[in-house]
């Protein structure tokens, strides 16, 4: 957020040596948030074991793989805008600032509703089988709920959803210590 501001239309990030290494970091990095949301979705699915509600594992399943398909979509797309600059092809400030906006579209309106669904669908099944404590399903609803309803692109809901999938892993990792 600091190296591309939503705020400012602005593509001077790209020729700032400072905020374009700032982004190459954050590309760098999608690819393992990415697997380590997926295992995140292997472990929910491995204590849910035959308890796993289809209808809910369904969906939560799918907005969780869309979810990762979209960052990974959005994390390509500002990949490709970097290895242009990189080998010096020219692209236009309009289409620069078009795919810019297309990846925080991406990730600020489609990822965010998919996050809103994986957390409503996760607490939800949580619930019924009772791996969850009411007060994390609680949490998981009311960050579904601010997701589903906020901007787009307000910067602070997109910290919501990782901050719940933290809160989700560190009950987990708890909770394991205690069982038998």
């Known amino acids: 957020h600091t190296s591309v501001p939503a705020g400012r239309p602005s593509t001077d990030w790209l020729t700032d040596e400072d905020r374009r290494q700032g982004v190459q970091v954050a590309v760098g990095l999608i690819p393992f948030a990415g697997i380590a949301f997926l295992w995140f979705i292997g472990v929910i699915r491995a204590r849910l074991g035959e308890r796993e509600d289809k209808l809910f594992a369904t969906v939560f399943l799918g907005s969780g793989l869309l979810f990762v398909a979209l960052l990974f979509l959005a994390g390509a797309i500002l990949a490709t805008l970097l290895t242009l600059f990189a080998r010096g ?14 990846t925080k579209s991406l990730m600020g309106m489609f990822g965010a509703r998919m996050a809103a669904v994986f957390t409503i669908s996760v607490s939800s099944v949580g619930m019924r089988t009772g791996i969850l404590p009411k007060w994390l399903a609680a949490t998981g609803y009311l960050t579904g709920v601010i997701l589903l309803l906020s901007p787009p692109l307000s910067n602070w809901t997109q910290l919501l959803f990782p901050t719940w999938v933290l809160l989700f892993s560190g009950y987990i990792l708890v909770a394991s210590r205690h069982l038998p």
């Not at 692209?91 to 906006?101: E, F, G, N």
């Open 89 to 102: 092809v020219p692209v236009q400030a309009d289409s620069m600032l078009l795919l810019v906006v297309f």
